[in-house]
């Protein structure tokens, strides 16, 4: 039996260095020199808080935030497991949420998209979507598509917008459901 394993395995080795020729070893050599690197440094549980005059603004949780620096094009900071974002007043009392599952920021362009299950929560109005876009430079959040739910009231539509604080909506063909307080007089 050692024998037929001895010669197994001689002939194994004659097929596994026969099937590598120089054309093989001259298309590694290529291949590798196409090879694309990444910077990306990672950070497990990051919190970051914004503020402006020493006022704390808002707060950014997130559970993996990378940031990633392409050889070619501009950076970003991608949160693929998520973030939670909370605003505070002057007397940091939380005014608001933005939660997604996965969320992009573009430091060049300065846009912010926030992707699956998005869910926007400001002064009893709270706004889902699929996605959400904060336009830093324009101060405003745009989306293609949302439902937004205010005193027990639901109007589903497309083109959503908002000013960052979310003081007032826009939506481009509204559809929803209206409550009328009081009695209705014929």
Request: proline share 4%; hydrophobic share 35%.
């Amino acid at each position: 039996m050692t024998a037929y394993r001895l010669i197994s395995l001689f002939a194994l080795l004659t097929i596994v260095f026969s099937a590598c020729t120089d054309d093989d070893l001259k298309n590694a050599s290529s291949i590798s020199a196409k090879k694309v690197t990444l910077t990306k440094d990672r950070t497990l549980g990051m919190t970051v808080t914004y503020s402006d005059s020493a006022v704390v603004k808002a707060k950014l949780y997130a559970p993996v935030y990378d940031k990633v620096v392409p050889p070619q094009g501009s950076p970003y900071n991608e949160m693929p497991e998520g973030v939670k974002i909370e605003f505070f007043d002057a007397y940091m009392q939380v005014t608001g949420t933005i939660t997604s599952n996965y969320a992009i920021n573009n430091e060049t362009d300065q846009l912010t998209i926030f992707r699956k299950n998005v869910v926007v929560v400001q002064d009893r109005m709270t706004f889902t979507t699929e996605e959400l876009t904060y336009d830093q430079k324009k101060k405003r959040y745009f989306s293609p598509s949302g439902t937004v739910t205010k005193d027990g009231n639901v109007l589903t539509g497309a083109q959503f917008s908002a000013p960052e604080d979310f003081s007032s909506y826009e939506i481009i063909g509204g559809v929803g459901q209206g409550y009328v307080k009081g009695d209705i007089v014929p």
